[in-house]
């Protein structure tokens, strides 16, 4: 059960990362957009989505390098309240249910862990990533 917890919820965070990137950068053609305010920031976000995207295939000298990049800092940015939100859903399990029931007890601090867990690989891997691949390839 633990183990599939944890497969979904990281499963769950590559997703939304990978969405949320790919639905900034390719969501809006120039043919397609509409005369209005919405339309227009909606162009603006899409240009300062494919300038970082530039900035990140600049930096690192290749646009794979540049693309993973960018992944790994949008999944670092919105991993953050994904956690907290996951960490009191847990407390909540483990502190207010927990108290009558021991299992649900458990159940909380298992969750609590996973969220943790998940939290600080988001926040380490875009670390681990820059540091191999500038260390590595110079």
Same mark, same amino acid.
């Given at each position: %059960?633990?183990?599939?917890?944890? %497969? /979904? ?6 997703? $939304?990362?990978?969405? /949320?990137?790919? /639905?900034?950068?390719?969501?809006? #053609? ?6 209005? #305010? ?6 603006? %976000? ?17 646009? #794979? ?13 919105? /991993? ?11 407390? $909540?399990?483990? *502190? ?15 969750? %609590?862990?996973?969220?943790? #867990? ?10 681990? *990533? ?9």
């Amino acid at each position: %059960m633990f183990k599939k917890i944890l %497969m /979904s919820v990281i499963i769950f965070v590559i997703l $939304v990362g990978i969405l /949320s990137i790919f /639905s900034n950068v390719f969501a809006i #053609t120039g043919n397609e957009v509409l005369n209005s #305010t919405q339309a227009t920031e909606l162009v603006e %976000m899409k240009e300062s989505a494919k300038g970082k995207l530039a900035e990140y295939i600049e930096k690192y000298g290749s646009n #794979t390098y540049g693309v993973v990049a960018y992944v790994l800092n949008a999944i670092r940015i919105y /991993s953050i309240p994904f956690c907290f939100i996951g960490i009191a859903i847990s407390s $909540v399990f483990q *502190f207010v249910l927990g108290i009558r029931k021991l299992d649900v007890r458990d159940k909380g601090f298992k969750l %609590m862990y996973v969220f943790i #867990t998940i939290g600080l690989i988001c926040q380490v891997l875009p670390l681990i *990533f820059a540091i191999v691949v500038n260390g590595w390839r110079g």
